[in-house]
């Protein structure tokens, strides 16, 4: 079976552009998270989706938004970019969000960097 | 104060021997516990998970948790340089149950 699959793997944009990254999970998983992991730091937690509703938001500002869609496959939008912006962005699948079945695989991620 | 803290590496160790990593975690409310283990410019893999208090072995490694003491580790028995990478600890928590990382620990097993 295929992992969790994202594109594009690396995207180079500079201050202020817009990018859009792509997610599909797992057969089967209907909850996809987004983190960021910058250089040296642990994946911080961006946003989970489940079942096309937003069930949490971590620390960041308006510009990153998400969306999933009814094949549970996700979108990453982020506006107005920054230098700071710059990392290694992971999407990562469950089964659920919650209870026994919520552990969380990662796709290889999309490298972006920001001039 | 940051929310999971892990042993600060890096850790070095000869093949054959145990890798101790530890991880304390300040959200009680936590109840799963992940490992992962990130190959540098790779993305995070899952090692294995654990939820009660005690140990659980899977093959060459076991994770520990103590809810009381608020600290979960991992035991890698005969360490291969292939186990060489950095290994984060991630509780869930928050209303998502979102995966809480520590800034990892990066283990080198020395042929």
């Known amino acids: 079976d295929a992992g969790v699959t994202q594109s594009p793997t690396h995207l180079i944009k500079t201050r202020g552009q817009h990018v859009t990254l792509r997610c599909s999970p797992i057969?089967?998983?209907?909850?996809v998270s987004w983190y960021q992991q910058v250089l040296g730091q642990g994946p911080q937690f961006i946003f989970q989706?489940?079942?096309?509703?937003?069930?949490g938001r971590g620390n960041f500002p308006d510009r990153f938004s998400a969306r999933q869609f009814p094949n549970y496959s996700s979108e990453l939008n982020v506006n107005a970019l920054l230098l700071g912006d710059s990392a290694l962005y992971l999407c990562?699948?469950?089964?659920?969000?919650?209870?026994?079945?919520?552990?969380?695989?990662f796709g290889p991620g999309t490298r972006l960097l920001v001039l | 104060q940051k929310e999971v803290e892990q042993n600060s590496g890096p850790l070095s160790v000869p093949e054959g021997a145990i890798a101790s990593l530890n991880c304390t975690y300040s959200?009680?409310?936590?109840?799963?516990f992940f490992w992962y283990r990130q190959y540098s410019g790779k993305s995070p893999e899952l090692i294995m998970f654990?939820?009660?208090?005690g140990d659980k072995e899977d093959g060459r490694f076991t994770a520990q948790l103590n809810k009381a003491s608020q600290y979960v580790s991992l035991l890698i028995r005969d360490s291969q340089p292939s186990d060489s990478a950095t290994y984060l600890c991630?509780?869930?928590?928050?209303?998502?149950?979102?995966?809480?990382f520590g800034s990892g620990t990066q283990l080198t097993v020395l042929p």
């Open positions: 990562a699948s469950s089964l659920l969000p919650g209870g026994p079945q919520e552990t969380q695989y």
């Open positions: 057969s089967g998983h209907k909850s």
């Open positions: 989706y489940y079942e096309k509703e937003e069930r």
């Open positions: 959200d009680r409310g936590s109840q799963s």
């Open positions: 654990i939820y009660s208090n």
């Open positions: 991630a509780p869930t928590s928050g209303s998502a149950r979102q995966l809480t």
